[in-house]
Antibody, heavy 116, light 110 residues
Framework: QVQLVESGGGVVQPGRSLRLSCAVS????????MHWVRQAPDKGLEWVAVISSDGSNKQYADSVKGRFTISRDNSKNTLNLQMDSLRAEDTAVYYC?????????WGKGTTVTVSS | QSALTQPPSASGSPGESVTVSCTGSSSDIGGSNYVSWYQQHPGKAPKLLIC???KRPSGVPDRFSGSKSGNTASLTVSGLQAEDEADYYC??????????FGGGTKLTVL
């Protein structure tokens, strides 16, 4: 069945880096665009980044532009999010989600806490 | 990338209908056919309820319906059931590879 599993979350100090991954199964990963969406504690959803099916097009929310990098490895069915220069306000559950114009399948999320 | 505006809360009794609004601008909802709605139960991942303004993915009950007028989208839940108690988020493609979410509405079934 279609499955997205995020990993890589944890506690990190401000200014440090963290790399999230999303392993997918149950569908042809290489034909789908993918998103990262985050949710700060007791807050709403915030779109973070998108990558096209072949990785040629990427876009980021203003809040993470220049600090986060989205990438994918279609040979390994894996989506990544490299997060640099982390700030306290990046603390959130990070979800990966499938498809371009809307997100039809979501992972369960991985928690990132930025704290000294 | 301003967030879409949703009422923070809504409520209804079992069997009733409730409508949740989502207001944006001509740059997002008003100019997009890609308005979607998501349901999120506490501690769970969001689930797609409505896509492309008014389309229901397979498996979503027909009690859930979506519409749009101008810069405002709406989600209507008919025949409220206890399991519909959750947070609901709207989202819109805003062009130029950008997406925006609403702040969320907590639906309480009385």
């Amino acid at each position: 069945q279609v499955q997205l599993v995020e990993s890589g979350g944890g506690v990190v100090q401000p200014g440090r880096s963290l790399r999230l991954s999303c392993a997918v199964s149950g569908f042809t990963f290489s034909i789908y665009a993918m998103h990262w969406v985050r949710q700060a504690p007791d807050k709403g959803l915030e779109w973070v980044a998108v990558i096209s099916s072949d990785g040629s097009n990427k876009q980021y929310a203003d809040s993470v532009k220049g600090r986060f990098t989205i990438s994918r490895d279609n040979s390994k069915n894996t989506l990544n999010l490299q997060m640099d220069s982390l700030r306290a306000e990046d603390t959130a559950v990070y979800y990966c989600a499938r498809k371009w114009f809307y997100m039809d399948v979501w992972g369960k999320g991985t928690t990132v806490t930025v704290s000294s | 990338q301003s967030a879409l505006t949703q009422p923070p809360s809504a409520s209804g009794s079992p069997g009733e209908s409730v409508t949740v609004s989502c207001t944006g601008s001509s740059s997002d909802i008003g100019g997009s056919n890609y308005v979607s709605w998501y349901q999120q139960h506490p501690g769970k991942a969001p689930k797609l309820l409505i896509c492309e303004v008014n389309k229901r993915p397979s498996g979503v009950p027909d009690r859930f319906s979506g519409s749009k007028s101008g810069n405002t989208a709406s989600l209507t839940v008919s025949g409220l059931q206890a399991e519909d108690e959750a947070d609901y988020y709207c989202s819109s493609y805003a062009g130029s590879y950008n997406w925006v979410f609403g702040g969320g509405t907590k639906l309480t079934v009385l």
